[in-house]
């Protein structure tokens, strides 16, 4: 099974700052990485597909990068609308594996 | 719009079978395009991939818990449905059902969710 680590587990930030999420694949999943934003009692949203591609809709100061094993997700301009947990999701091979989430807190 | 629509008991006894059924709208279950699945999560915790399923009945299970769980797909409704048996207190979650992407650059993305249903095991 691919495992999932993502880092850190939470962060405190402040309103513009610029923040960054890094999951990490247990194995090689070349770029079959999506990140997700998930608010308290809702489902979660995706972001980002293929590590570095915005899903329609999402706003551009949401960025991904990364291949092979090692993954981050970029906030640039932290908005009061992003504080929420983000979750990475590998896909490889028929199996599905999400990394335990962050939450980006206000400082 | 394509809408995803959980559904099924919300208190389940220890030992017995959860079953839940997702009813699809604005798109059918029998597109080669996507598979359909279940994802839950814990309160608190975490999301984990629970199965998904294809057009053509191939199936795919997390190892963790294939033992106990089926996924199947009702094309004539368009639903699908998730039974995972010998339940305990570990398996109360909130249970998602979502289409993902069977090819292209969003394959294995989880594009479409249901809004959830809360499931508790207890006596």
């Known amino acids: 099974d691919i495992q999932m680590t993502q880092s850190p587990s939470t962060l405190s930030a402040s309103v513009g700052d610029r923040v960054t999420i890094t999951c990490r694949a247990s194995?090689?999943?070349?770029?079959?990485l999506a990140w997700y934003q998930q608010k308290p009692g809702k489902a979660p949203n995706l972001l980002i597909y293929?590590?570095?591609n915005l899903e329609s809709g999402v706003p551009s100061r949401f960025s991904g990068s990364g291949s092979e094993t090692e993954f981050t997700l970029t906030i640039s301009g932290l908005q009061p609308d992003d504080f929420a947990t983000y979750y990475c999701?590998?896909?490889?091979?028929?199996?599905?594996?999400f990394g335990q989430g962050t939450e980006v807190a206000i400082k | 719009q394509l809408q995803l629509l959980e559904s099924g008991p919300r208190l389940v006894k220890p030992s017995e079978t959860l079953s839940l059924t997702c009813t699809v709208s604005?798109?059918?279950?029998?597109?080669?395009?996507?598979?359909w699945g279940w994802i839950r999560q814990p309160p608190g915790k975490g999301l984990e991939w629970i199965a998904n399923?294809?057009?053509?009945?191939?199936?795919y299970y997390n190892p963790s818990l294939e033992s106990r769980v089926t996924i199947y797909v009702d094309t004539s409704r368009n639903q699908f449905s998730l039974k995972v048996g010998s339940v305990t207190a570990a398996d109360t979650a909130v249970y998602y059902c979502?289409?993902?992407?069977?090819?292209?650059?969003?394959?294995?993305?989880?594009?479409?969710w249901g809004q959830g249903t809360m499931v508790t095991v207890s006596s």
């Open positions: 979502a289409r993902s992407y069977a090819g292209g650059s969003r394959s294995g993305t989880f594009d479409v």
């Open positions: 604005g798109a059918s279950t029998g597109s080669s395009s996507y598979y």
């Open positions: 399923m294809y057009y053509n009945g191939r199936t």
């Open positions: 194995q090689s999943i070349s770029r079959w």
């Open positions: 293929k590590a570095s």
């Open positions: 999701q590998q896909y490889n091979g028929f199996s599905w594996t």
